[in-house]
C-alpha cells in the first residue's frame, strides 16, 4: 500500500511556475514507479511524467517537455513536478500516482495507488 497526499497547486499567470510536491507514504519497493497525470475539465485523464524510482529514469509527455521537470527527494519520499512557462492550456487538476513493477508508464490503468489530486490554473 502506498498512499501519495499531492500540494502545491494554484492560480499562476501565464508564463509563470508553479511546483507541485507528492510525498509518500514509504518507498520500500525497488520496483516503484511515480507517475504525474492532469484532467482538464471534460477531458480524460493524461499522462504528463513519470519516475522510475530505482533508476532515477524520467519520462515526459511531448506537451510538456523542456518546461516541466520531474525531481525527487529521497530522505522525503517526495517526488516533485517543477512546472515553468505554464500555458492556459495546461489548467488541470495534477494527480500523483504510483505502482509497483512493470507495465507501460504513460497508462492511467497501470497505476495502482492516486492522491486526491491538486487543482493548477494558468490565466491568459
Known amino acids: 500500500q502506498v498512499d501519495l497526499e499531492e500540494s502545491g497547486g494554484g492560480l499562476v499567470q501565464a508564463g509563470g511556475s508553479l511546483r507541485l510536491s507528492c510525498a509518500a507514504s514509504?518507498?520500500?519497493?525497488?520496483?516503484?514507479?511515480m507517475g504525474w497525470f492532469r484532467q482538464a475539465p471534460g477531458k480524460e485523464r493524461e499522462f504528463v511524467g513519470a519516475l522510475r524510482w530505482s533508476v532515477g529514469s524520467i519520462y515526459y509527455a511531448d506537451s510538456v517537455k523542456g518546461r516541466f521537470t520531474i525531481t525527487r527527494d529521497s530522505a522525503k519520499n517526495t517526488v516533485y513536478l517543477q512546472m515553468n512557462n505554464l500555458k492556459p492550456e495546461d489548467t488541470a487538476v495534477y494527480y500523483c500516482?504510483?505502482?509497483?513493477?512493470?507495465?507501460?508508464?504513460?497508462?492511467?490503468?497501470?497505476?495502482?495507488?492516486w492522491g486526491q489530486g491538486t487543482l493548477v490554473t494558468v490565466s491568459s
Open positions: 514509504a518507498i520500500t519497493f525497488s520496483n516503484l514507479v
Open positions: 500516482a504510483a505502482y509497483i513493477g512493470g507495465g507501460t508508464y504513460y497508462s492511467t490503468r497501470t497505476y495502482d495507488y
